[in-house]
């Protein structure tokens, strides 16, 4: 059974009096479990088709079921997380207390239970903040705070979690480092994952599939089946058939772009 549905969605925009089209006809099957990657030129509707499928924006024209209900309702049965550009760590809150946001926000008063708050500090750990639990976010770097929205995001509970191009502020080694630690995460909680980015070489080696858009209006131009063996490593990376997914990729940009 397909987990998310996304069939023939378009989305238009208002601007001082003008349309612009966002979407059109997007149409994808995604199964529970998987890692999914969305990757286009800028502007082509990657964001707004993640934010269609969280429920954050609707579309004009199409249908999009989300465990056989519509996203609205995905998103009041609290099935998402989400993980923006930015991490949204509150400044007067430690590190430990910023993971417990998503349970006071989903249910109120809500707490962790002992198991969950034990796991909040397992997952710290697992990238390198186990001694940072009681810090406050001014006291991280940039990529120390990104780490904790993802690993937040992890330990809320949602099964589907939606990435908006998390990386994008980080440096080229640290955003390297953080999507090797993401894999492992991912390997062991096997979350369902939609992950915007600009990167090839990082969409290929996180993802099960790779849906390549077009420019605006964003199309979907091939869906492409990455299958490397799992768990997956750094040297993966040098293989050549690593490079092939790449290449191939880099070359439906390519067309797409000069269309």
Not at 107 to 135: C, I, N, Y
Request: proline share 5%.
């Amino acid at each position: 059974m397909t987990y998310i549905s996304v069939n023939r969605v378009s989305k238009r925009f208002q601007r001082r009096g003008q349309s612009t089209e966002a979407l059109r006809d997007i149409a994808i099957q995604l199964e529970e479990g998987t890692f999914v990657s969305l990757i286009g030129p800028s502007g082509c509707g990657k964001s707004t088709l993640l934010r269609i499928i969280g429920g954050l924006e609707t579309a004009d024209d199409g249908e999009v079921l989300v465990e056989g209900v519509a996203p609205l309702v995905a998103q009041s049965n609290k099935r998402f997380g989400f993980v923006p550009q930015s991490p949204a760590l509150f400044p007067w809150r430690t590190i430990l207390e910023n993971m417990r946001l998503p349970f006071e926000v989903n249910r109120k008063g809500g707490r962790q239970t002992p198991e969950q708050s034990e796991e909040a500090k397992e997952l710290l750990a697992s990238v390198g903040l186990g001694d940072f639990l009681h810090a406050y976010p001014k006291e991280l770097s940039g990529g120390m705070q990104q780490r904790v929205g993802i690993v937040r995001a992890f330990a809320s509970g949602a099964p589907i979690l939606l990435m908006d191009e998390p990386f994008s502020a980080l440096d080229e080694i640290t955003r390297e480092r953080i999507r090797y630690q993401l894999m492992e995460i991912w390997e062991s909680h096997k979350k369902t994952v939609i992950f915007v980015t600009h990167s090839i070489r990082e969409a290929v080696f996180l993802s099960d599939k790779v849906v390549v858009m077009s420019s605006r209006p964003g199309r979907v131009s091939e869906v492409v089946d990455i299958r490397l063996p799992r768990p997956r490593s750094q040297e993966m990376e040098e293989t050549g058939e690593y490079l092939q997914y790449v290449n191939h990729i880099k070359g439906l940009l390519r067309e797409r772009w000069e269309q």
